[in-house]
């Protein structure tokens, strides 16, 4: 049974940076692809960034790019978000997810649609 736990998640001034992680477990993860998304209050789930495990490419939200970076730890089974240059706007609720089915390049996994396993988030909230 995949496992999915987010944490690094907190309270920071705009302009500063945060680290969020999510430990993986129950499965291999060296054929999936990992995912980050955020969701603010009253509004929908919104893609921020994916890996492939495999060989590590990635794919990222043009709101993201070039301020948050996405990694993975073979070794951890643990997937990061460092995000710098925080903006009050990123304040959301971040989720880790997590799809066997590797296949396709990175927009393929810029919906929710691909995934089949999700964790139960962290909070980031960015203040002005």
């Known amino acids: 049974q995949v496992q999915l736990v987010e944490s690094g998640g907190g309270l920071v001034q705009a302009g500063g940076s945060l680290r969020l992680s999510c430990a993986a477990s129950?499965?291999?993860?060296?054929?999936?692809?990992m995912g980050w998304f955020r969701q603010a209050p009253g509004k929908e789930r919104e893609f921020v960034a994916t890996?492939?495990?495999?060989?590590?490419?990635?794919y990222y939200a043009d709101s993201v790019q070039g301020r948050f970076s996405i990694s993975r730890d073979n070794a951890k089974n643990t997937v990061y978000l460092q995000m710098n240059s925080l903006k009050p706007e990123d304040t959301a609720v971040y989720y880790c997810?997590?799809?066997?089915?590797?296949?396709?390049?990175?927009?393929?996994?810029?919906?929710?649609?691909?995934?089949?396993?999700w964790g139960q988030g962290t909070q980031v909230t960015v203040s002005s």
């Open positions: 890996i492939r495990w495999s060989e590590g490419s990635t």
């Open positions: 997810a997590a799809t066997p089915r590797a296949y396709y390049h990175g927009s393929y996994y810029s919906t929710v649609r691909p995934y089949d396993y």
């Open positions: 129950g499965r291999t993860f060296s054929s999936y692809a």
